[in-house]
């Protein structure tokens, strides 16, 4: 029986939502793409719970492809189909999707330090102490993800290894995600955690005035109404119209991120709606966003989620990484003595009229021509998805579902 444990932790903070799709590398597009299909597929698992929904694919992304890459044999082949990595096509081998990853991460830092908002990634290794890494594994993770080596002792004092790592996660999250590890998810045979943290904060390009927030209806999934704080403005936006949906980009200052709400028609529509959530779907829907004079109207609110998720890996394939007698992550100490025995993730988002700190939107439809006389009204008084995506790199960075503003 092995003892020895891999405990992967995802974290996210978020606050806003990016705009449309740029051109980038080869490389960075497919990585991107298999990104953000493995967003929709764990929100496809995810969207069963009932209530609001909201999380980083991207935070997960990050943490599990450090974890992959030490992973081998029929472990790996199993990660990187649950997780979309495109490691098996042209151009795109183990090497370089570690180095294009690194890429877009080094992008979101260098981005989110120039002053306009805050954006930051961070991921640390969390080693037992005196525990035989492999050099070749530390040297990856560290150049491509900034993931250094970190030594603290899970055998002897497991609890002060806990606070240690929660102290990181809340420091890198500006006090947004405390106690992501609880207790007693570690032990003395824990050998190794891989965490993620992801932090952005940003002002919408154009604010919503305070004076013009009023409380209104906001109509819930089983037809009652609540009353919850309302904002609004009159202004250009990109926003297309679909038969049973329209869908609404807000950008943030500088225009490098935008959060997007997809709102179905029908007050109980976001049920139907969220089985057509693809990738195909959702690029095509972004491309039909048009320039569109509207009133919007969107709630207050703010919300916090955590997972384990360690069922819900399982059940999209990935199972050895899972098993103490059939997980190879001998590409991280030379022996197959880890497995993975927890994913748990964490996160916040707040928007209000001066911007957003962490969220999450998606879109769909096919662009409408309005009619010039009438101005058309986005009033997102219904149960609603939203999303995030990088501007750049196009991956989406948060994704959730308001059903009940709180």
């Known amino acids: 029986m092995k003892t020895g444990k891999v405990v992967l932790l995802a974290v996210m903070v978020l606050v806003s939502a990016v705009a449309a799709q740029t051109q980038t590398g080869n490389g960075e597009a497919m990585v991107a793409e298999g990104n953000n299909k493995f967003a929709l597929a764990l929100y496809d698992k995810l969207r069963a719970e009932k209530g609001n929904l909201f999380f980083s694919p991207y935070s997960i992304s990050t943490a599990l492809a450090m974890a992959y890459a030490g992973a081998k044999g029929q472990t790996q082949t199993q990660m990187a189909e649950a997780m979309r990595f495109p490691v098996r096509v042209k151009d795109v081998n183990?090497?370089?999707?570690?180095?294009?990853?690194?890429?877009?991460?080094?992008?979101?830092?260098?981005?989110?330090?120039?002053?306009?908002?805050?954006?930051?990634?961070?991921?640390?290794?969390?080693?037992?102490?005196?525990y035989s890494f492999l050099k070749e594994y530390l040297q990856l993770v560290e150049t491509n993800y900034g993931g250094g080596l970190n030594e603290v002792d899970f055998a002897g004092d497991t609890e002060a290894a806990r606070q240690t790592i929660n102290n990181w996660v809340q420091r890198k999250t500006k006090d947004k995600i405390k106690d992501l590890i609880p207790r007693g998810m570690l032990s003395s045979d824990t050998r190794l955690v891989l965490t993620n943290a992801i932090y952005f904060k940003g002002k919408w390009a154009r604010q919503f005035e305070k004076e013009l927030t009023r409380d209104g209806p906001f109509t819930l999934l089983d037809g009652q109404k609540i009353d919850v704080p309302m904002m609004r403005q009159t202004e250009e936006f990109r926003y297309m119209e679909a038969e049973d949906f329209q869908a609404l980009e807000m950008p943030y200052v500088k225009d490098e991120l935008s959060m997007i709400i997809l709102l179905p028609k029908k007050v109980d529509g976001v049920v139907d709606f969220e089985k057509k959530l693809t990738n195909e779907n959702l690029s095509r829907w972004l491309s039909e966003l048009h320039k569109q004079k509207l009133v919007a109207s969107i709630p207050r609110f703010k919300m916090a989620q955590q997972f384990g998720l360690a069922d819900t890996l399982q059940a999209m394939g990935m199972t050895d990484a899972f098993s103490a007698q059939l997980a190879d992550f001998s590409g991280m100490t030379g022996t197959r003595d880890l497995f993975i025995s927890a994913v748990v993730h964490k996160a916040f988002v707040d928007v209000n009229e001066e911007g957003t700190e962490a969220a999450a939107a998606t879109g769909v439809g096919m662009a409408m021509t309005a009619a010039p006389q009438r101005m058309p009204v986005f009033r997102a008084d219904h149960p609603f998805i939203f999303l995030i995506r990088d501007n750049k790199s196009g991956s989406i960075l948060f994704i959730g579902r308001v059903m009940k503003p709180e």
């Open 94 to 130: 183990e090497c370089k999707f570690h180095s294009v990853f690194g890429q877009i991460i080094k992008s979101l830092n260098t981005r989110g330090a120039e002053g306009s908002y805050e954006l930051a990634v961070a991921n640390a290794l969390w080693g037992q102490k005196g």
